[in-house]
């Protein structure tokens, strides 16, 4: 990998000619100025996982090329397929060709990143690496959260998110608005509202709920958690001190009951146990009255969706269902899933790298890849933006009421913000959508349940988690599919009993010392 010696931005400036990206041949730099500076300019290479969407050159991207001209960087851009990721950042790190940002690792794979910082491989965000990086500070700052992603107080991950704060974001409820209307209902505040809304459905000839149920009921559990008081995440704090695994509380077993009738009333669409992946795109086709999946834009792009495919099909998403305790949420949880690192190796410019990473979530960064080039993908009228037709030819989604971002928006720093996503989703449409979008918005948190320590490990935990995680997912699909409500609560004490003994409690105990210092 080649390295360059480090250049100032005023000095890149005058190897461009002095001027700034945004500015020359419609907001783009000729790849032979780029060139020209790049002899002197800072070299970092980026790797995430996914594919380059439409981009089919990423030298010649004119995107990229802002960045490297906003950064005085330049930039080495590959993207890898997800099954092999880790395996090939693993081999570049023996090989001494580590990339200088290992873009989007699961956070939750703390053995891994605990090997990695062992090793070397990676390094934290201190010292002149967090001065190049002041927005990645601010991440944790604004989201005191995300602190408990800290390794030995250090800061090594770089959260890639879609905003700064906790929402619920998972298993939250949908319906089918047209659907209610058909049968003079409206939309249901209860579970026994909803149950009789998929009655009527099964009773008209259709399928009930869908969700992705290939691998067990997994977040499909949480508004009904939720009207027992407890998330589908994490740990909860218990009436004599401490916090417990959320799975193992006795109301957990309450919450799976209710799920189970559900299923044994039929009211879950059958082709849902062999969906992994499948279920929003059944639902938007038509199948199904109720979908149990994620929101944010999510839900726009479904109603878009469902426009597209001309049936009629009206997309709602419901506040958190109560079961008649007085209770009900969603689980709260930090908007991100996964975290970029900085390359720690002898080969590596981790100071260089930081300095991208804060441009693409700076507030230019973050437009640049969610809209374009001012002139050339867009223009300002009115301080408004208004796109521009040759945006759909440089790599920017256009079609399905897609989110509409670049390729470099994701998978690296971020999963496009979600103004960026409301924006996208909302461009052009008439006042009626956005009304009807912002009370979408609302209903996903308008009952919350809390959770602590999503984000917090320790050396039992770690080991535990996968045996944890098998028992969850395979118990609970069996609690749900139970022949009566005796066999569910038995096959659940039966879970707790084995959580508990093979190394549950130990774990369970060291997670919650943990917490407690944190917390209490």
């Known amino acids: 990998m080649n390295k360059f010696n480090k250049l100032s931005r005023r000095d890149f400036l005058k190897a461009t000619g002095g001027i700034s990206a945004g500015l020359v041949f419609g907001g783009v730099l000729p790849r032979t100025m780029l060139q020209q500076a790049a002899a002197q300019a800072d070299g970092v290479a980026i790797w995430s996982p996914g594919d380059s969407g439409t981009v089919a050159d990423w030298n010649m991207d004119p995107i990229l090329q802002t960045v490297e001209a906003a950064t005085s960087t330049d930039i080495e851009m590959l993207k890898i397929d997800w099954g092999t990721y880790i395996d090939q950042v693993n081999a570049a790190?023996?090989?001494?060709?580590?990339?200088?940002?290992?873009?989007?690792?699961?956070?939750?794979?703390?053995?891994?990143?605990?090997?990695?910082?062992?090793?070397?491989?990676i390094t934290p965000f201190e010292g002149e690496i967090a001065d190049a990086a002041p927005n990645v500070i601010a991440q944790y700052e604004n989201n005191p959260t995300l602190n408990e992603l800290r390794i030995d107080g250090k800061i090594y991950m770089q959260p890639v998110g879609w905003g700064d704060g906790n929402y619920p974001n998972m298993g939250l409820v949908h319906i089918r608005r047209d659907l209610l209307e058909k049968y003079g209902m409206t939309p249901p505040e209860t579970f026994e509202a909803y149950f009789d809304f998929l009655r009527a459905n099964i009773a008209d000839g259709g399928t009930g709920v869908l969700f992705n149920g290939a691998g067990g009921i997994g977040s499909a559990l949480n508004s009904f958690a939720g009207a027992y008081g407890l998330p589908v995440l994490g740990w909860v704090p218990l009436d004599e001190g401490g916090f417990g695994f959320w799975a193992i509380q006795p109301q957990i077993k309450d919450a799976l009951l209710m799920f189970r009738g559900m299923v044994a009333e039929g009211l879950v669409d059958p082709a849902t146990w062999s969906m992994d992946g499948g279920a929003r795109d059944a639902?938007?086709?038509?199948?199904?009255?109720?979908?149990?999946?994620?929101?944010?834009?999510?839900?726009?792009?479904?109603?878009?969706?469902?426009?597209?495919?001309?049936?009629?099909?009206?997309?709602?998403?419901?506040?958190?269902?109560?079961?008649?305790m007085g209770q009900r949420g969603y689980t709260t949880e930090p908007m991100f899933w996964g975290a970029s690192f900085l390359g720690g190796m002898s080969n590596n410019n981790p100071v260089a790298a930081a300095r991208v990473l804060n441009y693409l979530i700076?507030?230019?960064?973050?437009?640049?890849?969610?809209v374009g080039v001012e002139g050339v993908d867009f223009e300002l009228v009115d301080g408004e933006i208004v796109l521009l037709p040759a945006r759909s030819e440089r790599g920017f989604g256009t079609e399905g009421g897609d989110t509409g971002a670049h390729p470099l928006a994701t998978t690296i720093v971020s999963w496009v913000p979600q103004s960026w996503q409301d924006w996208a989703l909302l461009y052009g449409q008439p006042a009626e959508f956005q009304d009807w979008y912002n009370q979408m918005w609302a209903n996903q948190g308008m009952y919350q349940t809390q959770t602590y320590g999503l984000l917090s490990t320790t050396p039992e935990w770690i080991d535990f988690s996968p045996t944890g995680n098998e028992l969850i997912s395979r118990t609970f699909l069996e609690i749900a599919n139970a022949g009566s409500d005796a066999d569910a609560s038995a096959l659940f004490d039966q879970f707790v009993n084995d959580w508990l003994s093979f190394g549950g409690a130990n774990a369970q105990a060291e997670m919650s010392d943990l917490l407690i210092s944190i917390y209490e």
Do not use: C, K
């Open 283 to 324: 639902y938007v086709a038509g199948q199904g009255a109720s979908l149990i999946f994620n929101g944010g834009g999510h839900i726009g792009r479904i109603q878009n969706d469902m426009d597209l495919a001309g049936q009629g099909a009206q997309e709602w998403l419901l506040p958190a269902l109560d079961a008649g």
């Open 93 to 121: 790190s023996v090989s001494g060709t580590l990339p200088d940002v290992i873009g989007v690792i699961d956070h939750n794979n703390r053995a891994l990143i605990q090997s990695w910082i062992r090793d070397g491989v």
């Open 362 to 370: 700076s507030d230019e960064g973050y437009r640049l890849t969610a």
